[in-house]
């Protein structure tokens, strides 16, 4: 039972435009919750991250937003960079445990 | 400064041999994490070292799958009697304190991409 879930395997934006990328999590306990960013034969990069006791968290041209009533978070990228075409994990911990990852979403920022 | 390395970065092996899988994490972090990805799929998470904790082996997929970490720095993922669905990219990744505890973000290395013939 997959405890997060990235229900959208691709997601295709123009260059400029607002990129959203979605995560769903069915535990209640996860408290902490990251996303990662992934090129093409390299290791996960840290990215951005939000702890649940926040709704909002901004980083440059990165947000995350957490709805914990919906058990719902989102990344939002403005402007979309041909660079950040990438596959995207979200993950998330409830408490002293390790990062459980959805599959990915594969983001295309075309120019 | 450098950061998570991994060798070999590429293994093709034959079903039913063993083979060693290398992991070194950033100088001074307590916290490393074997993690693998198979086509298609997320992140799997498969062992924790934490200091001098008793590692986290909830998510090793069999008996054939054990790792060490020597001197709280190198580890080693060891696959016995490998299997075609082993096939997988293993990642490691270490963190400065341990899973759960602000400054736990985890860094990973490139990754070991295994090939079981």
């Known amino acids: 039972d997959q405890q997060v879930k990235q229900n959208s395997p691709s997601l295709s934006v123009q260059e400029g435009r607002i990129s959203i990328l979605n995560c769903d999590y069915t535990n209640s306990m996860f408290d902490y919750f990251l996303w990662y960013k992934k090129y093409p034969a390299e290791g996960p990069t840290f990215l951005i991250s939000i702890s649940s006791i926040k709704d909002k968290n901004e980083d ?48 295309s920022v075309i120019a | 400064g ?51 904790s008793a590692p986290d082996k909830s998510g090793l997929p069999s008996d054939r799958f054990s790792a060490e970490r020597t001197g709280g720095s190198v580890s080693t993922l060891t696959i016995q009697r490998t299997q075609q669905e082993d096939s997988a990219v293993y990642l490691c990744a270490s963190s400065l304190v341990g899973a759960g505890r602000a400054g736990a973000t985890q860094y990973f290395g490139p990754g070991t991409r295994l090939t079981v013939l």
Do not use: M
Request: glycine share 12%; hydrophobic share 35%; net charge positive.
């Open chain 2, 2 to 52: 450098a950061g998570v390395s991994q060798s070999p970065s590429n293994k093709v092996t034959e079903k039913g041999k063993d083979v060693e899988l290398r992991c070194d994490p950033i100088s001074g972090h307590t916290a490393l994490y074997w993690y693998r990805q198979s086509l298609g799929q997320g992140l799997e998470f498969l062992i924790y070292f934490q200091g001098n």
């Open chain 1, 60 to 107: 440059g041209r990165f947000t995350v937003f957490l709805n914990k009533s919906a058990k719902h978070l989102s990344l939002h990228i403005v402007p979309s960079q041909p660079g950040d075409s990438a596959v995207y994990f979200c993950a998330a911990s409830a408490g002293n445990t390790p990062l459980v990852f959805g599959k990915g979403t594969r983001l």
